[in-house]
């Protein structure tokens, strides 16, 4: 079973330092909802994982990310893809919480419920912490230069051998042609 976990702020949809507070914020890059259709069509499991901390500062409800998710995959059902469940981390970093990505609880509730570890599950994301998250279980992290990726190619210090694309298209691009 092919399984992949999507960061969604600027790997699915434009990323914005205000937060992605309603439906209406929440908007694909171009190609991001075909290149999951695609993993839909070629037999992958696709999962989000995701920080949410605008729900801890009280900037947006639960209803309010439960609306924004219904329209994420509503759009990409239109495209022809499926994503599977979204795990989000509702926390603040105050909280020190062990879901937040770069910790890595998020990804281990994706690992209980496929059943299965994620050893060199790809893992794509444009912010450091979720390419650690990803190493720290094994998993495979994948950065796109969309979303905060440039600032964090720029920064350095990914894990090692981290392949960098420019958008999430062309990573699943890549995967699908390993
Ligand atoms: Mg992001
Ligand atoms: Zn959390």
Redesign the pocket.
Known sequence: MNLIILDRDGVINFDSDQFIKTPDEWKPIPGSLEAIARLTREGWRVVVATNQSGLARGLFEMATLNAIHTKMHKAVGQAGGRIEAVFY???SAE?D????KPKP?LLDEIAVRYGRDLRDVPAVGDSLRDLLAAASVGARPLLVKTGKGEKTLAAGGLPENTPVFADLSEAVEFLLKA
Not at 97 to 100: I, K
């Open positions: 981390c509702p926390h909280m919480c062990g879901c937040r609880g």
